[in-house]
């Protein structure tokens, strides 16, 4: 079975700096990774996705994530933090017909 | 906007009461989910249609009860539900089921007083 973990519930940085959002799964077979972005009272959005290909996938607002098997690992950076990047973040591994969810991280920016 | 639109986005019920939520598609996808998102808890799958057949319906007490008419449409009707029920009803799509890409709705926020 799948399964999902993201390493802190809560990650606080400071506008302009780098962030690094944790995720690691478990998988019995070749994965699908996600990350997806909600903020306040919305739905989820997809920032980005790895399915096969190129380990260092891109997604939107500047964001990109890097699938490193040996590590079991699909970690979220971006290079320098916006308050517009204030939200909860969530890593997710398709499973068997469906996405398991990690439990998100809550990202804070500071002025 | 993702295309997955969720109608109400807020509803207050009394635990009697019986309502419905409303999820709507226009992707062209086969696929379609309730989750429920409670304060502190991951994401929990309650029900998977696929071609409008429920295939999945992960322990969901039965004051939930889904239906989906077509497969555009997806209804979660409730009835004689508990405080614990409050929560953010996120509706999602997807091209078929386990397809890699789900399009999440805004949700419904459920408060049960």
């Known amino acids: 079975a799948q399964s999902v973990t993201q390493l802190g519930s809560h990650v606080s940085v400071s506008e302009g700096a780098l962030v690094l959002l944790r995720c690691n799964y478990s998988s019995s077979v070749p994965p699908y990774l996600f990350w997806y972005v909600q903020y306040p009272n919305q739905g989820l959005q997809l920032l980005l996705k790895?399915?096969?290909?190129?380990?260092l996938v891109k997604g939107i607002n500047g964001f990109e994530a890097e699938f490193k098997k040996s590590e079991t690992s699909f970690h979220l950076t971006k290079p320098s933090a916006h308050m517009s990047d204030a939200a909860e973040y969530f890593c997710?591994?398709?499973?068997?017909?469906?996405?398991?969810f990690g439990q998100g991280t809550r990202l804070t920016i500071n002025p | 906007e993702t295309g997955v639109t969720q109608t109400p986005r807020h509803l207050v019920m009394g635990m009697t009461n019986k309502k419905s939520l409303k999820c709507e598609q226009h992707?062209?996808?086969?696929?379609m989910y309730w989750y429920k998102q409670s304060a502190k808890k991951p994401l929990e799958l309650m029900f998977v249609y696929s071609l409008e057949e429920r295939v999945e319906n992960n322990s969901v007490p039965s004051r939930f009860s889904p239906e989906c008419p077509n497969s555009s449409h997806l209804f979660l009707h409730l009835h004689t539900l508990q405080p614990e029920d409050s929560a953010l009803y996120l509706c999602?799509?997807?091209?078929?089921?386990?397809?890699?890409?789900?399009?999440f709705g805004q949700g419904t926020r459920l408060t049960v007083v």
């Open positions: 997710a591994v398709q499973g068997a017909q469906k996405l398991v």
């Open positions: 992707l062209g996808h086969n696929a």
């Open positions: 790895y399915t096969t290909g190129a380990t």
């Open positions: 999602a799509s997807s091209l078929e089921q386990g397809n890699t890409e789900a399009f």
